[in-house]
């Protein structure tokens, strides 16, 4: 995670210019989002907030809404650009949040530097309250890419295509179930296509232990 960190740190002012929309003129995408807005109530979490993007968006449709992201650099162009919104550093792997304390939480193309088997699907669920709504997008595939050049600047980061059936399983594994999924082609400036999950905590799930 420290290069992950350093890399975002690095190319954050670059990375907010170049991408400023929440969902960059894609309707499928933004669709999506919307459906999990109209699920949800009480706290939710943008996990991995990066500039606040999503996190805009989700406020603008009515949520209240707060990001997350490991990053400070991250989190900088994010109260610059959103000063009226809360953003705060932390870790997916171990969030500083009670258990259960999300109606809802959005990981979007956050775990993109993890490989499949490092999601932290467990701490989504345990800082979700049952019957909660998690809405997770990333790449959709099995392959990896190391990156030295991004944004441009130079990084070191690693990044995943996960598969969709298997992204599916470990959730459910968690105590997840799925609501629906999205899967789209590759737009111009994508290297494949993209999933999309809305996943629901287990209404009848205790605590994680």
């Known amino acids: 995670m420290t290069m992950t960190r350093a890399s975002y740190d690095v190319v954050a002012a670059s990375y907010a210019q170049l991408l400023p929309d929440a969902h960059d003129g894609r309707p499928l995408d933004a669709a999506i989002m919307r459906a999990f807005a109209e699920l949800v109530s009480g706290r939710i979490g943008d996990l991995g907030c990066g500039t606040g993007r999503i996190t805009r968006y989700l406020h603008e449709l009515g949520l209240d809404v707060f990001g997350v992201d490991l990053s400070e650099g991250m989190l900088a162009q994010a109260r610059q650009l959103h000063p009226h919104l809360d953003f705060r550093q932390g870790d997916l792997t171990e969030l500083d949040l009670a258990d259960e304390s999300l109606g809802g939480a959005v990981v979007w193309y956050s775990t993109v530097h993890m490989p499949a088997g490092d999601v932290p699907w467990l701490e ?28 441009g600047h130079d990084v ?31 737009g111009v400036d994508e290297g494949g296509p993209q999933a999309f999950l809305l996943l629901q905590r287990n209404p009848g799930a205790g605590k994680t232990s």
């Open 156 to 186: 070191d980061l690693d990044v995943y295509w996960h598969d969709v059936d298997e992204t599916v399983s470990n959730a459910i594994a968690a105590g997840f179930n799925e609501v629906a999924r999205l899967v789209r082609q590759r």
């Open 124 to 151: 989504f669920h345990r800082v979700l309250k049952p019957g909660g709504y998690l809405l997770h997008g990333f790449k959709a595939g099995d392959q990896k890419r190391h990156l030295d050049h991004a944004y």
